[in-house]
């Protein structure tokens, strides 16, 4: 699967979370566009596939913000991280993988299939403040989170100005 989407932190379902509207533009991370921009993917997105099965993004993920970083956690249960690959270039993250089909028994039958496997790939547009050398990403229990650190420079700085007589 395959989506390119900016981070959204409200979520339908969401619960017991102070959740934020999104649309924090002076930190660079999401456009007065953003849902429409989304709403027109999964459109194309749904039209592409015309299969009997829904599309889903995957991995299904949260972004939240601090004062020092941005954090991002993906849902990737049954993920290996020797199967995980992790990348930021410019302004994206990229999360890529494969989930593997589980070994069934010989002679088994699958009766039913809701899971999904195979390779995937999400890419998140990055807030224009974050310092791309301090990124870090950990899996711990399917849970993969990633901590992309604000640049200490990205609030600005005063520019003495010089004059000729200096």
Known sequence: MDANDEPRVEEEGAQDADVDDG????????????????LVEDMVDGFRGLSPTAYVRYPRMEMAATDDSYIVWMDLPGVDSDDLHVSALGDELTVS????????????RVRRSER???????????????????????????????????????????????????
């Open 97 to 108: 993988g494969h989930r593997r089909r589980p070994e069934y028994p010989e002679g088994a």
């Open 23 to 38: 649309k924090e533009t002076s930190q660079g991370w999401s456009s007065p566009f953003g849902d429409l921009q989304e």
């Open 116 to 166: 999904s496997y195979g390779s995937f790939r999400r890419v998140v547009r990055l807030p224009a403040d974050v310092d791309g050398e301090g990124i870090r990403a950990r899996l711990v229990a399917g849970v993969l989170r990633i901590m992309l650190p604000r640049r200490v420079d990205a609030e600005g700085r005063t520019i003495e100005v010089e004059t000729d007589s200096d």
